[in-house]
């Protein structure tokens, strides 16, 4: 009897280890997407800046082709 109640026990404990162990992969996996979430955000929120930055409408007087005015 004794012996049943020892494995009901360690059982318990088992399962009460493994959703422990879910709940802090699950809070992990949660905090690595909210940081790969904000630095995509800051990377192009860069890169928009950058490209607003970015004037074409002025030539140098060497004859660039690559910047034309309409």
């Given amino acids: ?3 049943r109640l ?3 026990g360690r059982r318990g404990l088992a399962t009460l280890e493994w959703i422990i162990l879910v709940i802090v992969f699950g809070l992990s996996l949660a905090a690595g997407a ?3 979430r904000n630095a995509l955000v800051q990377e192009y929120s860069e890169l928009v800046q950058a490209i607003e930055k970015v004037d074409l ?3 140098t ?3 660039d ?3 034309r005015q309409p």
């Fill in 34 to 36: 909210w940081a790969v």
């Fill in 57 to 59: 409408h002025e030539c």
């Fill in 1 to 3: 009897m004794q012996t």
């Fill in 65 to 67: 082709t690559f910047c």
């Fill in 6 to 8: 020892a494995g009901r």
């Fill in 61 to 63: 007087p060497k004859g």
